[in-house]
């Protein structure tokens, strides 16, 4: 069972900055895909940001392109997202997810922590 951490939100300005890290349980992390999702209430869940085991694919939402950043230290199980010149419409709960080899959906998910961008 692979347990991920997510941690870093908070509140803070519109234009303003915040870095979430989700750290794994498990030292196979550096096997996994990782996403980044958010919900904000009453919208659906979306992928914002999401990187494969070694660094070499990497996707954005077209909403959070140029201003998110998605990286991993495999050495860490860790895997951060660099969110610059943040919205109120970026506010949401963050959720780091993992896809296991051999999985075509993300099968495991952090519990969350939200990001508050206020105007």
């Known amino acids: 069972q692979v347990q991920l951490v997510e941690s870093g939100g908070g509140l803070v300005q519109a234009g303003g900055s915040l870095k979430l890290s989700c750290a794994a349980s498990?030292?196979?992390?550096?096997?996994?895909?990782m996403g980044w999702f958010r919900q904000a209430p009453g919208k659906e869940r979306e992928l914002v940001a999401r990187?494969?085991?070694?660094?070499?694919?990497?996707y954005y939402a077209d909403s959070v392109k140029g201003r998110f950043t998605i990286s991993r230290d495999n050495s860490k199980s860790t895997v951060y997202l660099q969110m610059n010149s943040l919205k109120p419409e970026d506010t949401a709960k963050y959720y780091c997810?993992?896809?296991?080899?051999?999985?075509?959906?993300?099968?495991?998910w952090g519990q969350g922590t939200q990001v508050t961008v206020s105007s």
């Open positions: 498990e030292r196979t992390f550096n096997s996994y895909t």
């Open positions: 990187i494969t085991w070694n660094g070499d694919s990497i």
């Open positions: 997810a993992a896809k296991t080899p051999l999985n075509t959906r993300y099968n495991y």
